[in-house]
């Protein structure tokens, strides 16, 4: 997991342990709570916090990310089977060529 969904579970935490909203700021007359409130608001932020990071992680192990597109290609040449990060070079050394290892056609030797 990549840390902005762990940045974002901490900035939650932090605004349920030390700030009201809504109708309980309005009945209570303040947006911030009191010293005596904390530890148990603490408590509950953080099963809240915890319950979000796990679900997030189950996400994000069902449904990983694809790669980004913008990333170069890795190349391979099928000749001597050499590889190598894109360089705007296509022919290899071997009198080969190279091709982009996500769009190659694998076959069974």
């Known amino acids: 997991m990549k840390m902005g969904p762990i940045f974002a579970i901490a900035g939650f935490i932090i605004l349920l342990t ?6 309980e700021a309005a009945t ?30 189950i996400i994000e192990l069902r449904y990983p ?17 050499k590889v190598k990060e894109w360089d705007g070079m296509l022919p290899c050394k071997c009198g080969g060529h190279f091709e982009d290892i996500q769009t190659m056609k694998w076959m069974d030797g």
């Open 28 to 57: 209570k007359g303040s947006y911030l709570v009191p010293f005596d409130e904390i530890p148990v608001r603490f408590t509950d932020a953080m099963f809240v916090g915890i319950v979000i990071f796990i679900l997030c992680w």
């Open 18 to 23: 030390f700030f009201r909203g809504g109708i």
């Open 65 to 81: 990310r694809p790669l980004d597109p913008n990333k170069e290609p890795t190349l391979v040449c099928p000749k001597c089977e």
